[in-house]
Protein backbone atom coordinates (compact mmCIF):
# COMPACT_ATOMS: atom_id res chain seq x y z
CA UNK A 1 0.00 0.00 0.00
CA UNK A 2 2.68 2.10 1.17
CA UNK A 3 4.58 1.84 -2.70
CA UNK A 4 0.80 2.67 -4.27
CA UNK A 5 0.87 6.12 -2.21
CA UNK A 6 4.41 7.27 -3.00
CA UNK A 7 3.74 6.32 -6.79
CA UNK A 8 0.57 8.56 -6.39
CA UNK A 9 2.77 11.16 -4.80
CA UNK A 10 4.83 11.11 -7.54
CA UNK A 11 2.71 11.66 -10.13
CA UNK A 12 0.51 14.57 -8.60
CA UNK A 13 4.11 16.37 -8.12
CA UNK A 14 4.70 16.16 -11.85
CA UNK A 15 1.09 16.86 -12.54
CA UNK A 16 1.11 20.44 -9.67
CA UNK A 17 4.64 21.35 -11.85
CA UNK A 18 3.25 20.91 -15.42
CA UNK A 19 -0.01 22.98 -14.14
CA UNK A 20 2.01 25.70 -12.22
CA UNK A 21 4.14 26.10 -15.49
CA UNK A 22 0.95 26.29 -18.18
CA UNK A 23 -0.35 29.01 -16.22
CA UNK A 24 0.66 32.34 -16.70
CA UNK A 25 1.52 34.98 -14.43
CA UNK A 26 -0.54 37.69 -13.19
CA UNK A 27 1.52 40.85 -14.72
CA UNK A 28 0.72 38.72 -18.38
CA UNK A 29 -3.07 39.56 -18.09
CA UNK A 30 -3.03 43.46 -19.18
CA UNK A 31 -0.87 42.13 -22.01
CA UNK A 32 -2.96 39.42 -23.09
CA UNK A 33 -6.21 41.73 -22.90
CA UNK A 34 -4.83 43.81 -26.14
CA UNK A 35 -4.09 40.76 -27.78
CA UNK A 36 -0.44 40.28 -26.79
CA UNK A 37 0.81 36.83 -25.78
CA UNK A 38 -2.77 35.25 -26.13
CA UNK A 39 -1.65 32.90 -29.41
CA UNK A 40 1.09 31.85 -27.32
CA UNK A 41 -1.40 30.13 -24.58
CA UNK A 42 -2.10 27.00 -24.57
CA UNK A 43 -6.21 27.92 -23.57
CA UNK A 44 -6.63 31.31 -24.82
CA UNK A 45 -6.22 34.52 -23.05
CA UNK A 46 -9.22 33.33 -20.31
CA UNK A 47 -10.10 29.98 -20.99
CA UNK A 48 -7.56 28.50 -18.97
CA UNK A 49 -8.12 30.65 -15.78
CA UNK A 50 -10.78 28.38 -14.21
CA UNK A 51 -9.76 25.25 -15.19
CA UNK A 52 -6.21 25.76 -14.07
CA UNK A 53 -7.09 26.98 -11.08
CA UNK A 54 -9.06 24.35 -10.37
CA UNK A 55 -7.12 21.43 -11.58
CA UNK A 56 -3.94 23.07 -9.36
CA UNK A 57 -6.44 23.39 -5.83
CA UNK A 58 -7.24 19.87 -7.20
CA UNK A 59 -3.74 18.61 -7.16
CA UNK A 60 -2.36 20.42 -3.97
CA UNK A 61 -4.62 18.64 -2.31
CA UNK A 62 -3.95 15.70 -3.33
CA UNK A 63 -0.11 16.37 -3.04
CA UNK A 64 -0.97 17.57 0.94
CA UNK A 65 -2.96 14.02 1.60
CA UNK A 66 -0.13 12.23 0.04
CA UNK A 67 2.18 14.11 2.26
CA UNK A 68 0.38 13.66 5.29
CA UNK A 69 -0.07 9.60 4.72
CA UNK A 70 3.41 9.14 3.77
CA UNK A 71 4.76 10.81 6.98
CA UNK A 72 2.57 9.04 9.47
CA UNK A 73 3.77 5.74 7.60
CA UNK A 74 6.76 6.36 8.12
CA UNK A 75 6.40 7.63 11.85
CA UNK A 76 4.73 4.27 12.88
CA UNK A 77 6.77 2.03 10.71
CA UNK A 78 7.59 -0.98 13.05
CA UNK A 79 11.67 -1.16 13.11
CA UNK A 80 12.99 -4.03 11.89
CA UNK A 81 16.91 -5.40 11.66
CA UNK A 82 18.46 -7.23 9.58
CA UNK A 83 20.31 -8.49 12.64
CA UNK A 84 17.09 -9.36 14.66
CA UNK A 85 15.76 -11.51 11.41
CA UNK A 86 19.42 -13.25 11.01
CA UNK A 87 19.12 -14.07 14.67
CA UNK A 88 15.62 -15.64 14.25
CA UNK A 89 16.40 -17.25 11.72
CA UNK A 90 20.02 -19.06 13.19
CA UNK A 91 17.83 -20.01 15.89
CA UNK A 92 14.98 -21.66 14.26
CA UNK A 93 17.41 -23.85 11.92
CA UNK A 94 20.22 -24.91 14.49
CA UNK A 95 19.81 -27.90 16.68
CA UNK A 96 19.02 -27.64 19.98
CA UNK A 97 22.58 -28.10 21.87
CA UNK A 98 22.56 -30.11 25.60
CA UNK A 99 24.39 -27.74 28.02
CA UNK A 100 27.66 -28.19 28.38
CA UNK A 101 28.96 -30.77 31.03
CA UNK A 102 32.20 -31.50 32.64
CA UNK A 103 33.75 -34.85 31.27
CA UNK A 104 33.11 -38.15 33.19
CA UNK A 105 36.04 -39.55 34.62
CA UNK A 106 35.62 -43.47 34.65
CA UNK A 107 35.97 -44.61 38.24
CA UNK A 108 38.75 -46.48 39.45
CA UNK A 109 38.08 -50.52 40.14
CA UNK A 110 37.63 -51.32 43.69
CA UNK A 111 40.38 -53.84 43.69
CA UNK A 112 43.09 -51.08 42.54
CA UNK A 113 44.88 -49.58 45.15
CA UNK A 114 44.74 -45.83 45.92
CA UNK A 115 47.26 -44.06 44.24
CA UNK A 116 50.53 -43.86 45.93
CA UNK A 117 53.82 -41.68 45.23
CA UNK A 118 55.97 -43.35 42.86
CA UNK A 119 59.55 -42.38 41.86
CA UNK A 120 57.95 -41.35 38.79
CA UNK A 121 55.23 -39.62 40.26
CA UNK A 122 56.57 -36.86 42.58
CA UNK A 123 54.45 -35.99 45.53
CA UNK A 124 52.46 -32.80 45.75
CA UNK A 125 54.95 -30.75 48.60
CA UNK A 126 53.09 -30.24 51.50
CA UNK A 127 51.29 -26.74 52.05
CA UNK A 128 53.08 -25.25 55.21
CA UNK A 129 52.40 -21.82 54.23
CA UNK A 130 55.81 -21.32 53.82
CA UNK A 131 57.25 -21.44 50.11
CA UNK A 132 59.04 -24.21 48.90
CA UNK A 133 63.30 -23.97 49.39
CA UNK A 134 64.66 -23.36 45.90
CA UNK A 135 66.94 -26.27 44.77
CA UNK A 136 70.58 -25.54 43.78
Known sequence: MEILIIILHVIVCLALIMIVLLQTGKGADMGAAFGGGS??????????????????TFAAIIFMGTC??????????????IMKEAKTKAEQTAPAQPAAKAPEVP???????????????????????????KAE
Do not use: D, V
Request: glycine letters at 6%.
Open 39 to 56: SQTLFGSTGASSFLSKAT
Open 68 to 81: FILAYLSANRQSTS
Open 107 to 133: AAPASAPAQQATAETPAAPAQTGKPPA
